[in-house]
């Protein structure tokens, strides 16, 4: 019965006719991709997750008019109005676009590293990513080209906020870090990607307390935010100086190592923290300071679970998204898991999830993101299967969706206009089949992604980077 209703909608949109492309030109690049573009759209019957953490609401209607969520209630009050395109989406839950704290457009840490020029931003959208920074940028020159692509319709896309390159103490690495060792040489560098358009800046493990202050004041007088993936500076010490986010959670949280000295990166870093009680005075000592200093945590943990040797799984879905060759890479790297250098035992995994809950019960801010790795971890799939490990965590499916929408938006400064279902919000909207709620696995089946009020075929998308990833 649900499914004849949505083959209707199905059939219907494929009659409207191809969406005003005389009148939208620099649309032309995601013609193909848009399956709903008018201008009063009633989104009818549907289940309601609204990204602010309250309790799903059964048969919702939403109307979007233009880019606009016009109005939100109960099916039997929302007026809809006579000249709207109705899709009845009994069946069907309805999220937030989803808000991504640590994106990636480049493939790589097995073996190759490569762009994901085409497939990052299609993949993204994809899968409800209607927001999307990248925690580091390899290439920020062509991921700033990417953004201006995005944002003129060229191709499809959430709209990114760019982190600049990679900074830290040493420069080079596969990912192209800038070295920065002074006060001096931070400002000049946040000055440059300021003016190109970068919006976030990132650190990793070698920075100074010196220098990392020094960046987050040039970056604060300028509007401009910073976050890192830090291990020379701690949490609290990060959190004292007033960064914005802190990557990944426990498991790069140095307070905890022992014999960390200051400014200096432990070695036992990433691994000291399996041991961690977390019961202990300094792990609430540690987590009272960031709430303190009001830095947001991003909770990574689908990449980490990659790492674990009893619990990685390849997502087939994810595979056949692969260029061959890097499938291969892939699958081999997959087989030598727990050779590999790196490993995060299940035990540590379960610590993180745990630390997670505790941090958002002391009053912490907490986003998420998928930092798409070569372990086979891919935009899209990344944020969404952070959703089941969220709920696998504990916190109930209404929480996880905030983590990953409105949670988000607020550590961008950008919920004001995006993050929740709310008349005056953009209308950034996830469709999907099913009921991610009673069953989590529902996450994936994303339908149709409505990105400033135009909806986008999941499955589209999805076809048009098939086999990609790894070479566009
Ligand atoms: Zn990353």
């Known amino acids: 019965m649900t499914r004849s209703r949505y083959s209707c909608f199905a059939l219907l949109v494929a009659l409207l006719p ?75 839950t309805l999220l937030p676009g989803l808000v991504g704290l640590h994106e990636h457009t480049y493939f790589g ?16 959208l994809a899968f409800g990513v209607t927001t999307a920074m990248t925690a580091g940028s390899r290439s920020p020159e062509v991921e700033l080209d990417l953004k201006r692509r995005v944002d003129r319709g060229a191709i499809p896309g959430p709209r990114f906020h760019v982190s600049g390159p990679y900074l830290d103490a040493a420069a080079g690495g596969p990912v192209n870090r800038v070295g920065v060792t002074t006060p001096q040489e931070v400002r000049r560098v946040i000055a440059r990607w300021a003016e190109q358009g970068a919006t976030w800046f990132k650190f990793l493990g070698g920075v100074s307390r010196e220098v990392l202050g ?48 200051p400014d200096e990166c432990p070695e036992a870093n990433m691994k000291a923290q399996a041991d961690v009680d977390l019961a202990s005075p300094a792990v609430q000592a540690s987590i009272r300071a960031i709430v303190a200093g009001k830095a947001a945590v991003v909770s990574t943990l689908g990449v980490y679970e990659t790492f674990d040797p009893d619990r990685a799984r ?24 727990a050779q590999r250098g790196f490993v995060v ?20 801010l907490l986003g998420a993101g998928s930092d798409p790795w070569g372990t086979g971890y891919l935009p899209g799939f990344g944020n ?55 069953a989590p696995r529902d996450i994936y089946n994303v339908v149709t992604v409505f990105k400033n009020g135009i909806g986008y075929n999941s499955m589209r998308l999805r076809n048009a980077v098939k086999g990609k990833v790894g070479i566009e």
């Open 18 to 92: 191809p969406l005003q492309a005389q009148q939208r030109p620099s649309q032309s690049g995601v013609i193909p991709f848009v399956s709903v573009d008018t201008s009063l759209v009633a989104l009818t019957h549907v289940q309601l997750v609204d990204g602010t953490g309250a309790p799903a609401r059964a048969d919702q209607t939403v109307i979007l008019n233009r880019d606009r969520i016009q109005a939100v209630g109960p099916t039997a009050t929302v007026a809809v109005p006579a000249n709207a395109l109705v899709l009845d989406l009994t069946g069907y």
């Open 109 to 124: 840490g097995v073996r190759r590293f490569t762009e994901m020029r085409l497939s990052a931003p299609l993949l993204y």
């Open 214 to 261: 020094a960046a987050i004041k040039e970056a604060h007088a300028r509007g401009l935010r910073v976050t890192g993936h830090l291990c020379s500076v701690t949490f609290t010490e990060a959190a004292a100086l007033g960064i914005d986010a802190l990557q990944h959670g426990l498991i790069t949280n140095s307070d905890y190592v022992p014999g960390k000295r």
């Open 314 to 337: 390849l997502d087939p879905r994810a595979l056949e998204m692969l260029a061959p060759e890097t499938r291969k890479e892939v699958e081999a790297n997959h087989v030598n898991l």
């Open 345 to 364: 035992a299940t035990p540590l995994l379960k610590k993180m999830m745990q630390w997670e809950r505790m941090f958002v019960a002391a009053g912490g």
């Open 384 to 438: 969404l299967r952070n959703y089941e490990l969220l709920v696998e965590a504990g916190f109930a499916p209404e929480a996880a969706v905030q983590i990953l929408t409105l949670n988000g938006a607020r550590i961008l400064g950008e919920d004001k206009r995006v993050g929740s279902i709310a008349p005056g919000k953009l209308a950034d909207l996830v469709v999907i089949k099913g009921d991610p709620l009673r």
